[in-house]
């Protein structure tokens, strides 16, 4: 770790030099504003107390001093005192940035990294785990949310085939997301809620939830009993057929980056549940990087909102070569559920779908939501301390 060379400042920025050569930056009212001290913040919930706006805009260092680890500062408003350690002035440098943004996890971000598949690619070596294994110990509940991340889906053998214990492993994982389908669900096809999941009608590929603000992160199935035939699922990475998509058809990409599709689901007689802002297909961070997939085709709404009605029939061009490659053998994996054994995927990621069935099918499950997942993820693989640092 680079030590503090050197700090000075003028009258606006504070200048350190570090003992790898790099030099960066800091507003004054900056490094005010995050201060560290018992003052200003209250170590045991991590949050700020200092009021910001009661700062002097013009503050700036009565006196600087540093050694080898710290900065110390001695501001012109109040004599307040505040010191910076050199980690967390390295990591949260800004101007400009010593950490790329994605290494600011303590450069651990890496183990993140997804891994996009193909059929080919993840058929041989399905991600799996064990229900007892899971909820017995702590590394195996670590490793199921690590595959849940780095392949968009898992299954989980030798679960006993009831609700009761299905619930039990989604809530190990964590608590579950009530919606107007209940929270647990336990489902069949007798329309007991008006959406075509319950019924025996095939389901092409879709993410579920397009309608909310917040798309439910995972979604986890347990097929409990089927006397009949069909019901098939089938899983597609919809990251990796987007980096084909973008790379067969750029402007296309764009153009699904930035058309809002609608959505809705208004089957129940007291629901309509829309978006306050409906969202594109492809949703990227304000780095370009793609977050979200959101895709169904059912529960788009009526299209009637064109800033350049000329792009109509260039986005029913776009999303017919995009089924076209979501549906090609290599990215679709047909998979047939069986009771004992639950899947459980990233709904901003991959796409699940069904087909048509006979016979009688009983299906439980349940949603959990993207944030809270995120949150066991960085904490049970990047550990407290790496997260706590990033903030
Ligand atoms: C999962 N559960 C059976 C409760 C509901 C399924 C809802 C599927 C819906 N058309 C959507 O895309 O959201
Ligand atoms: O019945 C199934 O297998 C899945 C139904 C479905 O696609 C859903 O609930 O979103």
Redesign the pocket.
């Known amino acids: 770790m680079a030590t503090i060379k050197s700090a000075s400042f003028d009258d606006s920025k504070v200048s350190v030099t570090f003992s790898d050569g790099n030099t960066t930056v800091y507003h004054h009212i900056w490094l005010r504003d995050n201060c560290h001290c018992e003052e200003c913040f209250y170590g045991p919930t991590k949050q700020r107390l200092l009021n910001t706006a009661t700062l002097d805009l013009g503050i700036k260092p009565l006196t600087l001093n540093n050694d080898d680890d710290t900065m110390t500062i001695k501001w012109s408003q109040d004599n307040h005192k505040s010191e910076y350690t050199k980690e967390w002035l390295y990591l949260h440098a800004y101007y400009p940035r010593l950490v790329p943004v994605d290494e600011k996890l303590a450069g651990q971000k890496t183990k993140l990294k997804q891994q996009l598949w193909t059929v080919d690619s993840i058929k041989k070596t399905m991600p799996t785990v064990d229900f007892n294994q899971v909820l017995d110990s702590e590394d195996a509940l670590t490793d199921w949310i690590l595959k849940i991340w780095l392949h968009g889906f898992c299954l989980i053998d030798n679960v006993p085939v009831n609700p009761e214990d299905t619930q039990k492993l989604v809530e190990r994982l964590m608590y579950i997301r009530p919606?107007h389908?209940?929270g647990f669900?336990d489902?069949t096809s007798d329309l007991a809620?008006a959406?075509?999941?319950?019924t025996n009608f095939d389901?092409a590929g879709?993410?579920?939830?397009?309608?909310w603000n917040d798309t439910p992160g995972l979604?986890l199935f347990h097929l409990l009993a089927h006397d009949g035939e069909g019901g098939t699922t089938s899983l597609v990475d919809a990251f990796q057929c987007a980096k084909e998509y973008k790379k067969l058809y750029p402007e296309y990409f764009d153009l699904l980056t930035k058309i809002p599709v609608p959505a809705h689901?208004a089957g129940e007689e007291m629901v309509c549940i829309q978006p306050d802002i409906a969202q594109p297909i492809f949703k990227l961070d304000l780095q370009g990087e793609l977050v979200q997939v959101r895709w169904?085709q059912?529960?788009r709404s009526c299209m009637d909102s064109w800033t350049d009605p000329e792009l109509v029939p260039k986005f029913y061009d776009a999303i017919t070569k995009w089924f076209a490659l979501v549906t090609k053998p290599e990215n679709e994996l047909f998979y047939q559920l069986k009771p004992g054994q639950c899947l459980i995927f990233d709904n901003w990621r991959c796409f699940h779908s069904r087909t048509e069935f006979t016979g009688k099918r009983r299906?439980c499950?349940a949603?959990i939501n993207r944030d809270d997942f995120m949150s066991a993820l960085k904490i049970r693989v990047l550990g407290r301390e790496a997260v706590l640092n990033s903030i």
Do not use: E, L, R, V
């Open positions: 919606t389908y209940g669900w489902f809620k959406d075509t999941a319950y389901i879709h993410t579920d939830g397009t309608y979604q689901s169904n059912s529960d299906m499950g949603y």
